[in-house]
């Protein structure tokens, strides 16, 4: 088993950042990580077997068809190769709590209060909806020293949120001398951390990366297996179709990947990659201003490659009759999604073909351009 040395060894290796001035990591104390309760008893069945027991049902944040997130006093996770806008999700979730009345935590080991703040002003979030609904924590110490556990158990009892964001796993991991790797570990951490959250009653979403070839991703964050298998909620890949920023509008796909309750995958449509549960969409008004949407699914046989799209009509102009096997060689982007925008740009009459021996030629007929580029475009026009 690899040791907390060993995990510390290999992360830092990997560029992981450790927080400055913080103490030597402690020994996880098990006994100050879970409480006095007594659960070894057999559970009174009685709501069960006379038809009084209630599923769970997601109602912690929503989609913009009023279907839920997240299920509350449940754990959760939300995967994405970074740019695919998980922070961008996750406060748009809290928006929405806020809104309804309920509290939000953010508890970030990565950023500060002035990006995250910042973006929930980007959002339009009320000033007074975030001093009244909303608590940002940035531990830079483990949660056993001094009375840092206490400090949150009093934030939560005094906000009573409904969603709390943990943003950093494996930042926070190696804070307590975890190793994201090792499967003990990753159970030990939610032990310590994550699990007497969600028994606070609050939807508890920790967010992390995935491993960067898509090939061998899998169906949970980089890390241990258990990092999924622990989870009693929902896990979430998000898959970035084009990235977020300032002046572009970025959008990915909100993919299931496990739910343990059963009742979201009802609400999301089959794909290649799991449930495909939402499009997550991100329009960059300004420097300041950022309208974020967590769409309902459309019809898959609808969806459009917009950004390979234009890349195959800019080489196809350059380079007129080329083949597919050609476009397929040139254009950045993975082959089956390549041919994918060819075949939308022939449907929708941008581009023509014509046979050539044993292949087919593509010629542009008409200009095409994606319409997020055109929409930041028509922006420097009106200026």
Known sequence: MTTAEDAHRILDGAGVRR??????????????AVDERRTWAPIDLSDVLEG??????????????????????????????????????????????????????????????????????????????????????????????????????????????????????TEGMVMHALNPLDNADVATFGRLLVRPVADSGAAVVTLDHVVKNSESRGRYAIGAVHKLNGLNGAAYNLENRNPFGVGVTGQSGLFITKDRPG??????????????????????????EMDVVIKAPMDP????????????????????????????????????????????LVKDEYVSVEPHGQSFRHTLIKPYADPASAWVNSLGEKS
């Open 263 to 288: 009742q979201l995958r009802k609400h999301a449509q089959n794909a290649a990659t799991g449930k495909w549960f939402a499009d997550l969409v991100g329009e960059s008004l300004d420097t300041s």
């Open 19 to 32: 927080p400055e001035g913080a103490p030597p990591p402690a020994d996880v104390d098990q006994d100050e």
């Open 301 to 344: 046989a609808q969806f459009r490659p917009t950004v390979l799209m234009e890349r195959v009509a800019e080489y196809l102009t350059q380079y007129p009759g080329a083949s597919v096997r050609q476009i397929q060689d040139n254009v950045k982007g993975r082959s089956e999604k390549i041919r994918d925008a060819v075949r939308w």
């Open 52 to 169: 009084r027991y209630q599923a769970p049902a997601p109602t912690v944040g929503a989609r913009d068809d009023g279907v839920g997130l997240f299920y509350p006093g449940r754990m959760h996770s939300v995967a994405a190769e970074s740019e695919a806008g998980k922070t961008w999700l996750m406060l748009a979730a809290c928006r929405t709590e806020m809104e309804a009345g309920n509290g939000a935590v953010y508890l970030d080991f990565e950023d500060d209060e002035g990006g995250i703040v910042g973006r929930l002003l980007a959002l339009g979030t009320a000033p007074d909806l975030i001093r009244k609904y909303f608590a940002y924590i940035r531990p830079e110490v483990p949660i056993n020293f001094g009375g840092n556990r206490s400090d949150l158990d009093q934030a939560l009892g005094d906000l009573r949120p409904t969603l709390v964001t943990i943003d950093g796993v």
